[in-house]
């Protein structure tokens, strides 16, 4: 326990500069998402742990085949789910502004509604946004007709969960999800414990809390699944660069 003490500290002084941010946009991309991968508490991009609850079918999971063609709303891999899954984003960080991409298959509504919810750092629901479609046939044609559109929460206040649902059941029978935009107050990776937008001590003994618990958010570096030197090596650089851009 005191060689991990004085190991922090030591780091703490190496790597004391602080340094104030301005926002920055962080995406989700589900191509970051091994192919078959479940979402449940997957940790993607070290911002954000994926939960459903299961009302209908099975877990969603990304997939890269037989998913919407490549379009204006996103390109790669997307999160697949079953209509009647109810999709919880817990945020690492506090995001500012969310926004996320949908395309539902078989259906040609114009009425068929995306639900976006957003929480605070209390669970209170703080906003609620309905994304309706703008622009249609993103599917395969083998897979029918389909509608895509998007829904955007900003302007709330700090954003700490973010839920998505559909209100489109008797027209579709699966969603996909694009990559995800979130705009935060934290300086890029290295930015994991408040105050965001300051890299300071904390956040290193937040990285080593997590390095020492074997989370996902500490596994940054190949080889994957092993947390090693390589992964600390990568938080240092990210912790030294913060902030300067
Ligand atoms: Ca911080
Ligand atoms: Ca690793």
């Known amino acids: 326990m005191r060689r991990s003490t004085n190991t922090t500290f030591a780091l703490a002084a190496l790597l ?11 995406t989700i991309s589900f191509s970051e998402v091994p192919t078959g991968t479940s979402i449940h508490g997957v940790t993607i991009a070290g911002l954000a742990t994926f939960h459903s609850q299961i009302q209908a079918l ?9 998913v919407p063609d490549d379009g204006p709303w996103g390109e790669g891999a997307f999160l697949i789910g079953e209509m009647g899954d109810f999709l919880i984003i817990e945020l690492s960080a506090p995001a500012t502004r969310a926004e996320v991409h949908f395309s539902l298959n078989e259906t040609i509504h114009s009425s068929v509604q995306m639900h976006l919810q957003a929480f605070d750092i209390d669970g209170n629901m703080i906003a609620f946004e309905q994304g309706f479609p703008t622009f249609a046939n993103t599917w395969p044609a083998s897979l029918g007709d389909s509608v895509s559109g998007s829904a955007v929460i900003e302007g709330v206040g700090e954003i700490h969960c973010v839920a998505v649902s559909f209100a489109a059941g008797p027209f579709a029978t699966m969603f996909a999800l694009d990559n995800i935009a979130l705009d935060t107050t934290r300086c890029n990776s290295a930015d994991l414990a408040a105050p965001f937008g300051v890299i300071d001590f904390f956040d290193i003994a ?11 958010v500490a596994d940054r570096a ?7 030197f390589f992964d600390v090596a990568s938080y240092l650089n990210a912790h030294a660069s913060a902030c300067d851009e």
Do not use: I, K, R
């Open 58 to 66: 099975d877990a969603p999971a990304t997939q890269t085949e037989g």
């Open 206 to 216: 937040a990285y080593l809390a997590a390095f020492s618990a074997q989370e996902s």
């Open 222 to 228: 190949a080889p994957f699944g092993v947390f090693d």
């Open 16 to 26: 004391s500069s602080a340094a104030l941010a301005t926002a920055n946009t962080e």
